[in-house]
């Protein structure tokens, strides 16, 4: 038996290079923790040429045989990223008999009920803590912490880049093109910003919630998903006036046995504790049957936070690994319906631009009525510089998304509209009618 616990990376990139200096600054603590020295014995890469700090060249690889040919290698950290081949990667180091440790959200959302069948199936463990919230506890609490309840509800701000750029909409009044920018400037945004502002990143992390939250596979495709590139400075205002704040919230509830799930803008109350979640922060609320509501909030990205879980998932698989402990039977994940977009059931805000005559708000007033959608509150603000027109916003009492797109098909066909602006959901306290 090695004297060591013995690990490899496969990546050395931004998250990657952050584990290795975690480990080399904690040795000491992590060897007692554990009950014997981690030892890194491969880092996989793809430029194997280039010097890596604080990396012997001797440990540098491009090819996962090395890493899999080592018996002494037990641990796996992935944080490549990206599907291929980190997905093919992960498969083959637990038909190894590697336990994995992973931070990669894509290859848990589309592949993870899968992955945890084969970890299953080997005797060894896949844990990826790191996937959703970077250094936010979320996957663990799920798992153990809060298994005794029946989860109904997952709400929560998971991408960091949309969360800044909204927050700074809010607070300079600024749009979206300049808060891009700006973002993109401070290395906040990529240059290449689509999976963070059209919600694709956070489509992952609530499918891979989905399924320790309700023990569902739900692929991110199921997701209903709709960005912010849409929102405006005017969106943001009204909302303001009218006691709320927009958020890109990723929310999953249980509803009669099936799932929702959706990643959208949404109007959160100000009062609720997400409306306060700033900057590049994170946040997940859980609602469960005994528990009632949890709030975990904290940085969602960067090597410092993301590490503190990558390194959290490798020392508790090490402390199995000494103790020569068997991992626990994973449940298999239930597959049950994932509700379409037209069935879910929420309150809505419009905003409309139309011409401003008489009648053309009885006009609006009766298509929402006749699909059934109830106003609950109405403003008309004039539009500075085109006389003439005017901007309609409604907030509507709970209603069905299908009654909603029709009202709205009927409405987008008067005359006197111009334009839909935004149709957005809103969250809070109302009970369903
Ligand atoms: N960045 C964050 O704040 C954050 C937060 C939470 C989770 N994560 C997750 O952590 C993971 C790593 O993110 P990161 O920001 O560290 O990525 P990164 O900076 O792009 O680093 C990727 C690393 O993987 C290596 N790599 C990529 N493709 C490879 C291939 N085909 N063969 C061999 N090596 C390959 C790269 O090698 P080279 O160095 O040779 O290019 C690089 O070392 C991702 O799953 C990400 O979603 C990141």
């Known amino acids: 038996m090695s004297d060591t616990v013995g690990s490899a990376l496969l990546g050395a990139g931004g998250i990657g290079s952050g584990v290795i200096a975690a480990l080399e600054a904690g040795a000491a603590r992590y060897a007692a923790r554990v009950g014997r020295p981690l030892e890194l014995r491969h880092v996989l890469v793809r430029d194997t040429l280039r010097p890596r700090r604080g990396v012997a060249s001797a440990l540098i690889t491009g090819d996962l045989d090395v890493v ?11 944080l490549m990223g990206g599907e291929d081949p980190a997905r093919s990667y992960i498969e083959r180091c637990l038909r190894a008999g590697r336990h994995v440790v992973t931070a990669n959200k894509e290859v848990m959302a589309k592949a993870g009920a899968e992955l945890l069948q084969i970890a299953n199936d ?49 607070q300079n009044g600024a ?3 300049d808060v891009l920018a700006e973002a993109q400037d401070l290395g906040y945004a990529e240059p290449d910003p689509t999976a963070d502002v059209e919600g694709i990143d956070a489509s992952f992390k609530i499918a891979v919630l989905c399924g320790l939250a ?68 994170n946040a997940v609320q859980i609602e469960g049957d005994l528990v009632g509501r949890v709030v975990f909030e904290g940085p969602g990205a960067g090597p410092g936070p993301t590490s503190s879980s990558v390194l959290a998932d490798v020392l508790d698989v090490a402390q199995d690994v000494v103790a020569g402990r ?5 449940v298999p994940r239930r597959t049950v319906r994932v509700r379409p977009p037209e069935e879910h059931r929420s309150r809505y805000y419009l905003r409309i631009t139309v011409q401003d005559r008489p009648g053309v708000l009885a006009r609006i007033a009766q298509a929402l009525g006749d699909a059934q959608i109830s106003i609950a509150s109405f403003i008309q603000y004039e539009v500075e510089g085109a006389e003439g027109t005017a901007e309609l916003v409604f907030t509507t009492h ?13 409405i987008e066909s008067m005359d006197v509209v111009q334009e839909i602006g935004n149709v957005l959901p809103m969250a809070g306290a109302e009970t369903p009618r």
């Open 175 to 177: 749009d979206y093109d």
């Open 398 to 410: 709970h209603a069905n998304g299908g009654a909603l797109q029709r009202a709205i098909g009927v």
């Open 214 to 281: 309700f023990n569902v596979a739900v692929s991110p495709d199921q997701v209903a998903r709709e960005g912010i590139s849409g929102l405006t400075a005017l969106d943001i205002a009204y909302a303001e006036q009218l006691g709320y704040v927009i958020k890109l919230l990723a929310r999953a509830r249980l509803v009669e046995g099936e799932v929702e799930a959706t990643v959208q803008p949404t109007l959160v109350p100000v009062e609720e504790p997400l409306a306060k979640v700033d900057g590049v922060l």
């Open 326 to 330: 068997a991992p626990l039977a994973f």
């Open 68 to 78: 899999l040919g080592d018996p002494d290698t037990r641990i796996v950290i992935e």
């Open 122 to 170: 080997h005797g060894v463990r896949l844990l990826y803590e790191a996937s959703v919230g970077g250094g936010i506890p979320i996957i663990a609490p799920l798992s153990r912490d809060l298994l005794a309840n029946e989860i109904t509800a997952v709400t929560a701000i998971i991408n960091g880049t949309t969360n800044y750029m909204l927050t700074a909409m809010a």
